[in-house]
């Protein structure tokens, strides 16, 4: 797209009352656009709406009008969850009318240096891992995107020596053109979100834009281990700092002999900081602290900023958080493991066969069958709830779970004490009741992070 002073006195259409649609409206008006907000929901489930017409820009709530996009249109900005086959986007298409995300907005008004970061699972815990990694450091960094800030408003007041570290999902990737982050990560692909991609070669060349507009003078972090990453490594044109926990690498970040050691190609690599002394559990959660030390690093961070900040790091809310121990069972939140993959690497953080698994949600085609190993050696009960849970049932019963449980109703509380009940159940002590849904929340909950707080508030009341 071109920078937004040039939509001066042109039509701009703005899909999704969101916060990125907010924000994304308010830039474009403030530069002079004619600026035009749509949202199918009504005017009274949005209360944006009122603020934005105070400033003069037409907001239209309820449906998606006939009339919304014509010739005289420059550019849409669309909310990324929106699908690319509603009305006014096939429009667009069919007029040639360039439709992006608010990333490419603000990319294209920023002064301050991007970290862009995605990943099907770990984009969140890496993003947070980096930001806290930089203020240790004593470097300015704001974090924005799919967590923290607006992306268009943080990028409008990061100063020029502030980092903008941004989470990003594969949805606004797929709407970005010239999108260039100073540093890029890729943290792994697996089968997700294909309900809004279609294929996977839609969703793989989504997040492939991430390092698409990038040139020598920038960085490309990603997973050695993931075949896809992988194969981007020919076509990056970026300075390649892989990160990988199963092979060393001539330069990266990577884990050898139960070591984090760091190769930057010139030098013999250093030696970092044991692999045992990362806060936080899991195999995947070492993955997202290499991968987070790989991108410190190449922002200038120093090795003892990043060794302090992953000795001290407890975890994001819902991703693997713990929530209590009563009467010897333990529980756990990872309400973000919204697909089977997350979920299998949640219950491989723990040792042993002793898991109660609350799961289920939103079905999006999957078999779930990818659980199965998983479900045969560490899962002794299953509570599934939500559209996907006969799927689910239907794993366990092939793994030979033998307590199977399903819940017909949106209802955290009977699946906590179901659970529980489970738990209490068997014999052995140090049970644990782990909410890992394999699933999306939007069958039941707003959000993956309402369904763990009630999931949270289920328990505190048991």
Not at 356 to 374: N, Q
Not at 425 to 442: D, I, K, N, R, Y
């Amino acid at each position: 797209m071109q920078h937004p002073d040039r939509y001066q006195g042109r039509r701009v259409v703005v899909l999704g009352l969101a916060r990125s649609g907010v924000a994304v409206a308010e830039l474009l008006h403030r530069r002079g656009a004619d600026v035009v907000v749509n949202d199918k929901k009504e005017r009274s489930s949005c209360p944006e709406a009122d603020p934005l017409s105070a400033l003069g820009i037409s907001v239209v709530c309820g449906h998606h009008p006939d009339d919304l996009i014509d010739e005289n249109v420059a550019l849409v900005v669309k909310n990324p969850g929106i699908p690319y086959s509603i009305p006014p986007i096939r429009r667009a298409l069919e007029l040639g009318i360039e439709i992006v995300t608010e990333v490419e907005v603000a990319d294209a008004v920023r002064r301050s240096p991007m970290i862009g970061i995605t990943g099907s699972n770990g984009k969140t815990t890496t993003t947070t891992l980096v930001h806290l990694i930089l203020k240790q450091d004593g470097q300015g960094a704001i974090v924005a995107g799919n967590i923290g800030r607006a992306l268009t408003e943080a990028a409008l007041e990061a100063r020029p020596d502030e980092w903008l570290v941004t989470e990003l999902s594969s949805f606004q990737l797929k709407g970005t053109v010239g999108f260039r982050p100073n540093i890029a990560c890729l943290l792994n692909l697996y089968e997700t979100h294909l309900d809004y991609h279609g294929t996977m070669d839609d969703y793989a060349a989504s997040k492939a834009k991430l390092f698409a507009n990038q040139t020598a003078d920038d960085t490309a972090v990603f997973n050695w281990d993931d075949p896809f990453c992988r194969s981007l490594a020919p076509r990056l044109s970026a300075r390649p700092f892989p990160f990988s926990s199963k092979e060393p690498l001539e330069q990266g970040v990577y884990i050898q002999n139960g070591v984090i050691r760091v190769a930057d190609g010139n030098r013999e690599p250093e030696e970092l900081m044991p692999v045992r002394e990362i806060a936080v559990r899991g195999g995947h959660n070492a993955e997202n602290a290499i991968a987070a030390a790989a991108v410190a690093l190449s922002a200038g961070a120093s090795p003892e900023s990043v060794r302090t900040v992953l000795r001290t790091f407890r975890g994001v809310e819902h991703r693997l958080e713990f929530v209590l121990e009563k009467d010897g069972i333990a529980y756990y939140n990872d309400s973000k493991a919204t697909n089977p993959t997350a979920t299998s690497k949640s219950i491989e953080s723990f040792d042993g066969g002793d898991i109660v698994l609350v799961c289920g949600g939103l079905d999006r085609g999957s078999d779930y069958m990818e659980l199965l190993p998983v479900f045969e050696r560490s899962v002794k009960a299953v509570v599934a709830l939500g559209e996907a849970r006969e799927k689910l049932l239907r794993v366990a019963e092939l793994a030979g779970v033998a307590k199977r449980t399903a819940v017909d109703a949106a209802d955290p509380e009977e699946a906590v004490r179901l659970a529980a009940e489970a738990a209490r159940g068997f014999a052995e002590p140090g049970q644990t009741v782990l909410l890992s849904p394999a699933c999306a929340s939007w069958d039941m909950f707003p959000s993956y992070e309402d369904r763990g707080r009630m999931f949270k508030h289920s328990v505190h009341t048991l």
